[in-house]
C-alpha cells in the first residue's frame, strides 16, 4: 500500500496514522519511506544534489531517477521479505514519485515517454515489487507549499531542497499524479482530499472503510 502526494500533502502524517489504526485492529505492518535519506548512499547523494552540493547533477532528469530508483531497488529485498510476513506493508512514496516529478520536470504527462521509462527501469528492469495498491493524498498546491514552508521554520534539517522549493514543478508535478491515477498505473489508485479542514483520522477511517 502506498501513500502518494506532493511535498507537504501530509503523507508521513497519514502513513503514521494509518499505521496506529491498522495495528488497533490486530494487523501486522511494516513501513518505508523514500527516498532513504539516513540508510543507502544513493539517497544520500539525492540529498546531496537536491541542495546544490553535486554540481549539476541535480540538473539531469534522468539522473536524479536513476538514484532514487537505485534507492529502492537497494531495499527490494527487504520488501519482498516484509510482503512475505506482515500483513500490510506502508510505503511514503514509491515508484510513481519517481515518475510524476521526472516527467512534471520535463514537461510531459503520464502519457510520455518518460513515465514508461521509469517503469520499464524500476520494474522491469530492477525487479521492484507492484504495488497492490496506491492512495494519491491531493492537496491543493498552495496548502502543500503552506505545509513544507512550514515544516522547514520548525525544523532546521529539513529545510526545503530544490524540488519543494519550486512551485512550478509541484503545480505539473499535481496534474501528473491525478493522470496516473486516471489511468491506475502499475495498480489501483484511490485518491484522497486531504485539504484543510480534514483530519487524519478522517483519511484513516475513508481507508479503512473503502
Sequence with gaps: MVIEGLDGAGKRTLTDSLDAALVQRGASTSRFAFPRYDSDVHAELVADALHGRLGDLGESVHGMAVLFALDRRGAAGELRTALARVDVVLLD???????????????????????????????????????????????????????AAGRELQDATRARDAFESDDGLQ???????????????????????GAAGVTPDDLVNALLEG
Excluded: H
Aim: net charge positive.
Design 93 to 147: 512514496r514509491y515508484v510513481a514519485s519517481n515518475a510524476a516529478y521526472g516527467a512534471a520536470r520535463l514537461r510531459q504527462d503520464a502519457g510520455g515517454e518518460f513515465v514508461e521509462w521509469v517503469r520499464e527501469l524500476e520494474v522491469d528492469r530492477f525487479g521492484l515489487p507492484v504495488p497492490d495498491l496506491q492512495f494519491l493524498l491531493r492537496v491543493p498546491r498552495e496548502l502543500a507549499a503552506a505545509r
Design 171 to 193: 503545480a505539473r508535478c499535481a496534474l501528473v499524479y491525478d493522470q496516473l491515477a486516471a489511468r491506475s498505473w502499475l495498480s489501483a489508485w484511490r485518491v484522497l482530499d
